[in-house]
């Protein structure tokens, strides 16, 4: 059985099998207490973009962890996830595939937007769960390796954020989102990890800049797979708060010295690119207790004015955030800027719409 110090991970575009290897090997069913336990599969659908994008989980991972369990006698199985505020689950569902996945394989999909809450006191920060958490035996994180153009990178452990309500994700923003994300790591923490490695966005969460690897990962321990992201990234836990937070709350390990990093078959290990096009953009902007899909949305859309030549044009820098409700300013991006001068308005405004409408004020 996989230990807490292992990483295990496999290379190769048979995305389905190549999961269903790593759970053999990892010795996943014998982890399970019994047939009967309600399983959950918590993937990572931010938004409504094909995984090809380098946002979503790919649908053949989960194909791979339900037949897999299927085969062994585990039908007690549902998919959760909630997006991010600002796009709707249902319709996520849909793009990304999942609505087949679950007529072929006959698991329930779980809206948790539409769910009610309980709070639980998360070592010392009270935080708002979805009800349904506590009808999970067994939760099965499926996050995507890929940037964030808050967090710098997000993976196992900000990937629980989907089984909290809307109401606290816009709060987590307000707290700052560092420390609520390690606060919530101690009340939920996964059974399992299973980590799209396949062609996550390293610059945006919302994807578009997809870098292939083909890679799918397992391990058990969410502080320690960040970890290790982090030094995938050319980064360092402490670029990363929320992971030495979470670890020093006791979510898990950051001993990557201790780790054990296997590899099934060939491994076509290579480096990931150290530059990320966040950087700069992230210096025309003003953010204040910002949502992630508003500031998600911003950030390609500067990307592109800033390929046309127009972004240097900007006289100001563009605030946004929950910070500038009822402020005035000169230049501002989402409903809580609707004060300013000039506003893109929208909760949140799309990527598209951003672009198109910072293009004509600065064009004039």
Known sequence: MIENNEIIRIYGTEFKENTKKLLVEA???????SKKCR?????????????????????????????????????????????????????????CGYDKLSKKYGVPLFDTQKDSSHTVDCAGMKLKICDCVDTFDFLINVPVLKGHCQTRMTCALKNMKGLIPNSEKRHFHTMGLHKPIAHLSTALHPDFIVIDHICGDLDFEDGGNPVVRNCI???????????????????????VPYIPMAAALGSGSMDLEGAIIRTLG????????????IVALQDSVEEVESCSACYGYLIPALQKLKEEGLLDKLPEKICIGQGYR???????????????????????????????????????
């Open 326 to 364: 009822g402020k005035t300013g000169k230049i501002g991006v989402g409903n809580c800027t609707s004060h300013f001068d000039f506003c893109v308005k929208g909760c949140p405004p799309v990527e598209s719409q951003i672009y198109e409408e910072l293009k004509k004020y600065i064009i004039g």
């Open 217 to 239: 990962m397992v391990a058990t321990d969410p502080v320690l797979v960040d970890t290790y992201v982090c030094n995938m990234l050319h980064m360092t836990p402490r670029d």
């Open 39 to 95: 399983i959950a599969i918590k993937p990572n659908l931010v938004s409504a973009s094909e995984a090809s994008w380098g946002a979503t989980t790919h649908t053949e991972i989960l194909a791979g962890i339900i037949e897999y369990l299927q085969e062994r006698g585990y039908d007690n199985l549902v998919i959760a996830e909630g997006s991010w505020v600002g796009d709707k689950t249902s319709v996520c569902f849909k793009v």
């Open 266 to 277: 060939e491994d076509m290990t290579k480096d990931l690119p150290a530059e990320r096009k």
């Open 27 to 33: 010795e996943l069913a014998d982890m399970i207490p």
